[in-house]
Structure formats: structure tokens, C-alpha cells
């Protein structure tokens, strides 16, 4: 390795492996390094090898390394009044855990623990008055931690929760690389008055439906999708900015459906489709949303990420689709009124009822790269009024229809946007408009290296 190298990895050791204390006051570090040396010292003076990993850990908790002789000395002649200054120092149980855990992490790096260490674990787990079961968490996320199992730990974890242990999320990083709990939630329905506000990361098996009069709250959680999971709001109450919706590789079904809801607003949601499943689909549903992304979605007939229909409010600002795909019509978006003939069939998601709705679509500022379809690259609408403005499409795609645009039965206002890259085929164009009223290839906006035609009307 070169000097460069060796100053690289040097600089991952020490700065990307913060220690979860090292923000403490340097009293309480020093203290708390004294603790720790204890352990080291435990067999009689530490070997080489031993000083080595104490010298890591006093630099992790952003202490000079020569401070490791003294932790030594003080842990060699630790007399019952270092003991108390380190419990008295340990009040608070989310550095309680971490100590323990900092301890294990040491006496288990050779995968085994010698009969010393494990009696000085335990009399630090009695004099911190750890109940039963902080023990378990502890001891069974150390488990976790010499397996190297992200599923062990997240089992642990949940078992803690329900013994109502405070669990400290954020630190378990640390002592386990890649570890990210998830809440595990199953089938679920919220009944008019009930409230679910999630406060974990979740991952979803099954139908969670909210029905009308109740409320589910995701504002900033990350939520994946497993086998049969969806999340269903049919006149309930959705909450949900800064949320993620991924999909595994187990996904099956759309992940978000809306539908007879009031104006529902998203602001700064991301959906990733894993290639495997649509993001939203919405019916008789006012919806705005802001600063959303939506990434590699799909669906086999229509819409890969959106499907819409049946409403007069649908607003989209500075949102950002990527990678988006369909085998039908609509590679990010299928917009649609109530007359198209697959909402009459039975197995349809919603039965349309009531009156026959035009849609209205309002987008903004968003932007569409590398959508991909059979018809319709990026957005096929039917029965609508469109607005679109100063939003951009880059290298998207069709087999037939607009590579970009595709309109059917509808009036268009469109001016500013930019299509660049795109490819339709060999008798079609970027922008189809059939049967619409509205726009010309002079005001829609730029087209650059598209392919075959900018623009066809019919």
C-alpha cells in the first residue's frame, strides 16, 4: 500500500468509526477509558496486542494516545474509588449499554471469553443494577455482535422493545456494522377513530388499510414493503412527508393506494419499486405532491410509478422520476378519466361510482429520465386536462406512442419544458397528441437529438 493508501485507511479507522461518546466531556472520557482499560487488564498487564486495541478506543473517544499509560496504571491499581467515579459516571442507562457493549466487543475479539473477563462483566452488569432484561439485550446483542447477524439483532431488539427496555437505535451501529432495526408489522386495519404513528423503520408483510375517520402517520419513517404488503387509504388520513417507501425483492403489489380521500398532500417522499411494483395508485383522490422521487417502479399494464384517476385535483411539483418502466401504456404515469374500458372490468382496484370525473393534472418543474414503455414513455393520459410546465424529460423511451407525452381525448397547456434524447418509434414521436386541443411543437418547448419526430398530432 502506498503512503496515500495507508493515510486513507487510517482516516476511515479513526473518523468514520466515531466512537457514540466522543462528544462527552473529556472528563467523562478519561474516566470511562480508565473503565474500559480495566477489562484489558483484567488477566494481569495487557500483552502487546491488548495495548494495541486500548490505544484504538482511546483515540476513538477522541482522547491523545498517550493517555493510554496512564488508563493502564489507574485500571492496574484501581482502587474502590475509581470504581464509584466510574458508576457515578454510568448513571445514564443509554451509556450503561454502551459500556457494556464496548466491554463484550473487547472480550469477545478472539471469540472467547476467559473466565476473568466473563466474572468482571457480570459484577459491572450487578453494580450498574442492569435488571434482567437489559441483561438479555445486552448479552444477546453481543450475540448479534460476534455472529456478525443483522437479523439476530433486529430479533433481539424487538424482544427488548416489548420487555419496554430503552433501546439506544442509534448507537447499535456502531458495534454492529449494517444494522438497521425494523419494526415488524403485519395485517392491519384502523378503524374510524383509531390512530398508528409508527416511530421505528417497518417492514411491512401484508394489508394495512386505514378506513375513513382514522389516521396512519409514517412522516419521516422509512418503510419496506415485503410479500402481499400494501398500504390501503380509503377515506382515512394519510401522513406521510419525509417518508421512504422501498420495495424488496419480495414486493408484490402497489405500495400506496389512495383512494375517496379528501386533498391529501406529500411533501419530500421517495418510492423505489425495486423493478418490481408501482408506487401509487389513486382513485376519487384530490392529491398534491412536492419534492417527491420515484425510482425504478413498475407495472405490467400501466403506469410504472402513478396510476390516477377519477378525480379533479391531481398537482405534482419538482418531482423526479428515474428508471421508471411499464410493458403497457404510461412508463412513470397513467392519467386517466372514468371512460377508459379497463375500469369496468370486475377485477379493477376500486368500482367506479358516482359521476363520470375529467381528470385535471398540474406538473411543474419535475423531471423524467429514462421512463420506458410500451406506449407512452413517460406519461399517458386519457380524458384529461393537462398542464405542463418547465419540466424536463431525458432519454425516455417507446416501442409505439410519444417517447415522452401521450394524449388521447384531451385539451393541453404545456410550455417550457425540454425533451432531450428521447426515442419513439420509427412512425411515431416524442409528443403524441391525439384528439387534444391546446399545444404546438412551438410552444410546448425544446426538443434536442430526439428521434424519429419532436411531434404528431392525430
Same mark, same amino acid.
Given at each position: ?8 485507511? $487510517? ?7 466515531? *466512537? ?22 483484567? !488477566? ?16 476513538? $473517544? ?21 470504581? &464509584? ?9 443509554? &451509556? ?48 448479534? +455482535? ?10 433481539? $431488539?424487538?424482544?427488548? /422493545? ?23 408489522? +403485519? ?61 424488496? +425483492?419480495?414486493? !408484490? ?16 417522499? *421517495? ?26 417502479? /413498475? ?8 396510476? /390516477?384517476?377519477?378525480?379533479? *385535483? ?20 397513467? %392519467? ?5 374500458? *379497463? +375500469? ?11 359521476? $363520470? ?10 423531471? /423524467? ?39 388521447? !381525448?384531451?385539451? %393541453? ?13 420509427? !412512425? ?15 410552444? %410546448? ?14
Amino acid at each position: 500500500m502506498s503512503i496515500l493508501d495507508n493515510l486513507r485507511q $487510517v482516516k476511515r479507522e479513526l473518523l468514520d468509526e466515531k *466512537h457514540p461518546l466522543a462528544n462527552e466531556t473529556i472528563q467523562f472520557r478519561k474516566i470511562y477509558a480508565i473503565g474500559y482499560a480495566m477489562l484489558v487488564c483484567v !488477566n494481569g498487564y495487557p500483552s502487546e496486542m491488548a495495548k494495541d486495541a486500548l490505544k484504538k478506543q482511546i483515540t476513538l $473517544v477522541d482522547l491523545p494516545a498517550d493517555f493510554k499509560k496512564l488508563a493502564i496504571a489507574a485500571a492496574l491499581e484501581a482502587d474502590p474509588q475509581t470504581v &464509584h467515579n466510574l458508576l457515578q459516571l454510568l448513571t445514564e442507562t443509554r &451509556h450503561q449499554y454502551i459500556f457494556m457493549l464496548d466491554l463484550y466487543q473487547y472480550a469477545q475479539q478472539d471469540r472467547k471469553i476467559t473466565e476473568k473477563e466473563q466474572e468482571l462483566l457480570v459484577l459491572f452488569e450487578e453494580l450498574l443494577q442492569l435488571s434482567y432484561e437489559e441483561v438479555q439485550f445486552i448479552r444477546g446483542f453481543r450475540l448479534a +455482535m460476534l455472529k456478525k447477524d443483522t437479523e439476530v439483532a433486529t430479533k433481539v $431488539v424487538q424482544a427488548a /422493545f416489548e420487555q419496554n427496555v430503552a433501546i439506544p437505535l442509534t448507537e447499535l451501529p456502531y458495534f454492529l456494522p449494517g444494522f438497521e432495526y425494523q419494526e415488524r408489522l +403485519m395485517q392491519m386495519t384502523l378503524l374510524s377513530g383509531q390512530k398508528k404513528k409508527l416511530g421505528y423503520a417497518t417492514y411491512l408483510n401484508g394489508e394495512v388499510i386505514v378506513s375513513k375517520g382514522a389516521e396512519l402517520d409514517l412522516n419521516g419513517m422509512k418503510v419496506t414493503f415485503g410479500n402481499e404488503a400494501t398500504i390501503i387509504v380509503d377515506g382515512g388520513v394519510l401522513k406521510a412527508d419525509g417518508a421512504q417507501f422501498i420495495a424488496s +425483492m419480495d414486493a !408484490n403489489k402497489t405500495m400506496l393506494s389512495l383512494r375517496n380521500v379528501g386533498l391529501t398532500k406529500l411533501q419530500d417522499v *421517495h418510492f423505489s419499486g425495486a423493478n418490481n411494483v408501482r408506487a401509487i395508485e389513486m382513485n376519487n383522490a384530490k392529491v398534491e405532491l412536492d419534492t417527491c422521487s420515484f425510482e425504478k417502479c /413498475f407495472d405490467e399494464e400501466r403506469g410504472g410509478a402513478i396510476y /390516477f384517476t377519477n378525480s379533479d *385535483h391531481f398537482v405534482l411539483r419538482n418531482c423526479v422520476f428515474e428508471h421508471n418502466a411499464t410493458l403497457g401504456k404510461g412508463g412513470s404515469m397513467y %392519467i386517466a378519466g372514468t371512460e377508459a374500458s *379497463h +375500469m369496468k372490468k370486475r377485477d379493477f382496484f376500486s368500482r367506479i361510482t358516482g359521476k $363520470v370525473q375529467k381528470v385535471k393534472l398540474v406538473m411543474s418543474g419535475c423531471q /423524467f429520465k429514462e421512463s420506458r414503455a410500451e406506449m407512452s414513455g413517460a406519461i399517458h393520459t386519457y380524458d384529461a386536462e393537462i398542464s405542463v410546465h418547465n419540466s424536463t424529460f431525458d432519454s425516455c423511451s417507446s416501442r409505439g406512442g410519444g417517447a415522452a407525452i401521450d394524449t388521447l !381525448n384531451c385539451t %393541453i397547456d404545456a410550455s417550457g419544458n425540454t425533451f432531450t434524447k428521447c426515442k419513439a418509434a420509427i !412512425n411515431s414521436a416524442v409528443v403524441v397528441l391525439g384528439s387534444t386541443k391546446g399545444a404546438a411543437e412551438s410552444t %410546448i418547448g425544446k426538443f434536442e437529438l430526439c428521434e424519429p419526430k419532436n411531434f404528431i398530432t392525430k
